[in-house]
């Protein structure tokens, strides 16, 4: 009896998941040319390299010349704003990687009745979430009109 629960948690879907990732993630670690890592950078030699204000200024991408986003991530609103622009997609992505995981999760569990409530529970909450993701994008798009500000 104990060899039949051990083969189904080895079967179960959050381990052939994890197993899927470790694969994928070592095939990823053994292609990458051992070269990639032992790149001459171009650095100067950190004994006689000092640091100053210009140097530190060269790296700063606000201070560069002709710098298109300057301008907009100089204050802590420009920089909401321009983090949401990728939220948003982002959102989008993690409700896309939800219903798709809450589907496997009803296919896998459909012989057992807890994991298709699960399922059905994390499709559920997948689709609450984009419709106040939906909402919260239309509610800013109408400020916005209303306005006359940009918050997007």
Sequence with gaps: MNIKKEIKKAT???NIFN???LVILSIFILKTPSNVFAQNTGLPDPDT?????DVLDNFDPLLTENSPHAAELS???GIISRALTFAFPLAGLVLFVMIVAGGLQILGG??????????QKRVT???????????????TQILEAIFG???L
């Excluded at 459909?110 to 399922?119: C, D, P, R, V």
């Design 12 to 14: 179960s879907l959050k």
């Design 49 to 53: 390299f000092e640091v100053t204000g």
């Design 125 to 139: 909450m997948a689709i609450v979430g984009f419709l106040v993701l939906f909402s919260s994008y239309w509610i």
């Design 75 to 77: 204050t802590p609103g």
């Design 19 to 21: 197993f899927v990732f």
């Design 110 to 119: 459909a012989a057992n009745s807890k994991s298709l409530q699960e399922g």
């Design 149 to 151: 500000i940009s918050i």
